[in-house]
C-alpha cells in the first residue's frame, strides 16, 4: 500500500510559481501511475496530470497544457508539479493519487489512493 503526503502549496501572485511535491511510502512506489488533481471551493474535483510508472508518458488537462509539468522520481519517491504562469482560476487544493493503471487516471472516481492535499492560492 502507498501513502502519499503532498506539500508545497503557499499564496503566490497570478504569474508566478511553484513546485508541488508529493512523497509516497511504500516500496510500490515505482510500480504506481501517479496524478495530480484540484478541487476548488464549491466544485467537483478535477484532474489535472498524470504521470506513468516509469515516467515515460504524461497527461494533461487542456487548461493547464503548456503552464504546468508533471515529473517523477522513483529513487526518492516522490512525485512533482511543476506550476509556471499561475493564474487566479488556478486556486484550489491540490491532491496527488496513485493507481496501478495509467488509463483511469484521469477520473477520480476511480481511484482509492490520495493524499490530504495542500492548498494553492492564487492572488490577481
Known amino acids: 500500500q502507498v501513502q502519499l503526503v503532498e506539500s508545497g502549496g503557499g499564496l503566490v501572485q497570478a504569474g508566478g510559481s511553484l513546485r508541488l511535491s508529493c512523497a509516497a511510502s511504500?516500496?510500490?512506489?515505482?510500480?504506481?501511475?501517479m496524478g495530480w488533481f484540484r478541487q476548488a471551493p464549491g466544485k467537483e474535483r478535477e484532474f489535472v496530470a498524470a504521470?506513468?510508472?516509469?515516467?515515460?508518458?504524461?497527461y494533461y488537462a487542456d487548461s493547464v497544457k503548456g503552464r504546468f509539468t508533471i515529473s517523477r522520481d522513483n529513487a526518492k519517491n516522490t512525485l512533482y508539479l511543476q506550476m509556471n504562469s499561475l493564474k487566479p482560476e488556478d486556486t484550489a487544493v491540490y491532491y496527488c493519487?496513485?493507481?496501478?493503471?495509467?488509463?483511469?487516471?484521469?477520473?477520480?472516481?476511480?481511484?482509492?489512493?490520495w493524499g490530504l492535499g495542500t492548498l494553492v492560492t492564487v492572488s490577481s
Open positions: 504521470i506513468s510508472w516509469s515516467g515515460g508518458n504524461t
Open positions: 493519487a496513485a493507481d496501478p493503471n495509467l488509463e483511469t487516471m484521469t477520473d477520480y472516481r476511480y481511484l482509492e489512493l
Open positions: 511504500g516500496r510500490t512506489f515505482s510500480t504506481y501511475a
